[in-house]
């Protein structure tokens, strides 16, 4: 997988056998900054599972690994709307 920043920078994380979709970012608590917050993909290898990497350096791997009971496409689209409050 391979990640970007704003100023085009690249950094990389290998994934193994696994197959990635589409990044969705999260922003942290009280700051949207693209530096403060998460980024969430779903990824298979047979199973499903979400994967959440800090926004910071997601070259790292994913901070969390969440198993999914039932197999997720990764053809699925998602995106983030904020809620009234």
């Known amino acids: 997988m391979r990640c970007y ?6 950094g990389s994380w290998h994934a193994g056998n696994l197959s990635v979709g589409e990044p969705v970012f999260a922003p942290g608590p009280g700051d949207p900054s693209e530096d403060h917050g998460y980024w969430t993909t779903y ?25 999914i009971p039932v ?4 053809g699925l689209h ?3 709307q904020p809620t009234e409050e």
């Open 5 to 10: 920043d704003t100023q085009g920078a690249a």
């Open 78 to 80: 998602g995106c983030r």
């Open 43 to 67: 990824a298979t290898d047979g199973t499903s599972r979400l994967l959440v990497f800090a926004a910071r350096e997601p070259e790292a791997g994913p901070v969390a690994r969440v198993r």
């Open 71 to 74: 197999r997720v496409p990764l």
